[in-house]
């Protein structure tokens, strides 16, 4: 087969999948959401306390996108490179199912604000029949225009990431124009209703969290990129120009509605912020980029996820089965794009006959992403011990605390639960060492990480199944 010869990616292009990926539905909701648990002050606090830590992180991925600049299968190799085939293969699925539980969460948010328009009214919530009809159409669209060409697929995510920040531009100008020191000043400390402050920077916390998620995903395309710097650049400007925008738009909207009025308004909230501004045409222009956003982090995730399952599969050490690692004639990984579209297609199936059971799978997501970036950090803080590097202790201490404090603000219940999915890999990662005739398992400490997983999730299956009805 003769396969198409791929442009090696630059920064611009890489920068923009950073933002792409992190910049999706969250920041439209952000006002109203931190608001709604947090006066002023505390928001202040919350965002300086985030940005130590994404930043930690950050510079994690920077480290080892340098140190390693051998290793081109990004955050899978990494890990994988610190702890052997089946810890990094146990990240690299946990990234994968996180990133196409999320492709799903787009097509629902995507046809849900489409069906706050009156002639798309049919579309409800995003889990209507219609919604769902709709959105597997769609994903199969995108699905095809990835098939032609992973270059392709990046021009396309290039120009939808700079489309959608210009309505979020537009924004932060308006309410900066707008901007009252009075009204950002009222119930600066927050009200008694919402607790003390520790009580409010903790529960704000929650909404910075999941708003950060694909700070790495430069990194999942290192095999593609120009060079190691390219990779190591795009992760910190991705991380600046996203930090600027999450920041201006949850902090200055403060200025323009009280905290207690903001924390009360129905999302997405930034609709309504600006339309106290400039009147109705503002709320319909943020909606439009709302829509326009949410298409281009599915794109975003679609790829990254269907990169990830390909990076498991690729070369003579996969980890996945070898089928997964294979490349059709324009260079796109045409069956792992293929399983994930077909596995996104049922969830969205699944939401619109079991709404409840699919937000526990989408919460769910967010915690499986969370320990692929754990075992990054723990991964520079086994180099740093080794090597006796103060400035790595550092780094990799405070990126292992963070990362183990995202966890735990996620929900240890979606931990457990996260480990039946963590359970059903171990059959891929078993079918691949056959494939290359290799025992189930290099070390003894794999043996016991499996054990450990399996009994994790025979335990979630009996609470949540068993208890819990």
């Not at 399996?454 to 199944?465: K, P, R, T, V």
Request: charged share 10%.
């Amino acid at each position: 087969m003769n396969i198409k010869t791929q442009i090696k990616l630059g920064i611009l292009p890489l920068t923009l999948l950073v933002v792409g990926s992190i910049v999706g539905s969250g920041i439209f909701s952000l006002p109203q959401n931190m608001a709604e648990a947090s006066g002023p002050g505390a928001i202040l606090i919350a965002w300086v306390i985030t940005l130590f830590g994404m930043l930690m992180l950050t510079r994690i991925f920077q480290y080892l996108s340098i140190r390693f600049y051998k290793i081109n299968d990004g955050l899978y190799g990494y890990v994988r490179k610190g702890f052997g085939d089946y810890i990094g293969f146990n990240a690299a699925w946990g990234y994968w199912i996180s990133a196409w539980m999320s492709c799903t969460s787009y097509l629902v948010i995507l046809f849900s604000a489409l069906g706050s328009f009156d002639y798309f009214s049919y579309f409800g919530n995003g889990t209507t029949l219609p919604s769902v009809i709709s959105a597997i159409i769609f994903l199969w669209i995108v699905n095809l225009s990835i098939l032609k060409g992973i270059n392709q697929a990046f021009l396309l995510n290039c120009v939808v990431t700079l489309a959608k920040i210009v309505p979020i531009c537009l924004f932060i100008i308006c309410i900066i124009l707008a901007f009252k020191v009075d009204t950002f000043k009222t119930n600066f400390w927050g009200t008694p209703q919402l607790g003390s402050v520790a009580d409010q920077i903790k529960h704000t916390m929650l909404y910075t969290v999941w708003v950060y998620l694909g700070i790495e995903s430069a990194t999942v395309y290192a095999s593609r990129a120009k060079s190691i710097l390219s990779i190591s650049r795009a992760t910190f400007f991705g991380f600046a120009i996203t930090s600027l925008l999450l920041i201006c738009v949850s902090v200055l909207s403060l200025g323009i509605v009280p905290q207690h009025e903001l924390a009360q308004m129905k999302n997405p909230s930034m609709a309504l912020v600006i339309e106290h501004v400039v009147g109705n045409w503002g709320a319909t222009f943020i909606n439009i980029g709302l829509i326009v956003s949410v298409s281009g982090g599915l794109l975003s995730w679609l790829m990254l996820a269907t990169e990830m399952l390909f990076l498991t599969g690729k070369g003579n050490n996969h980890t996945v089965p070898s089928c997964f690692g294979k490349l059709n004639k324009t260079g796109t990984p045409a069956n792992a794009l293929c399983l994930t579209s077909v596995l996104i297609s049922i969830l969205m199936i699944l939401a619109h006959f079991y709404q409840s059971g699919y937000n526990i799978l989408i919460q769910l997501s967010t915690s499986m992403v969370l320990i692929p970036y754990l075992l990054s950090a723990f991964f520079v803080l086994k180099l740093a011990i080794n090597r006796g590097n103060t400035f790595l202790i550092f780094l990799g201490t405070a990126g292992s605390i963070y990362s183990t404090w995202l966890i735990y603000a996620g929900g240890v219940s979606y931990l457990l639960l996260s480990m039946i999915l963590y359970s059903v890999g171990l059959i891929f990662y078993l079918y691949a060492r056959k494939q290359r005739s290799l025992p189930a398992f290099s070390f003894i400490y794999d043996k016991i990480y499996a054990t450990v997983i399996i009994l994790l999730g025979i335990i979630a299956i009996f609470y949540f199944y068993v208890i819990s009805s």
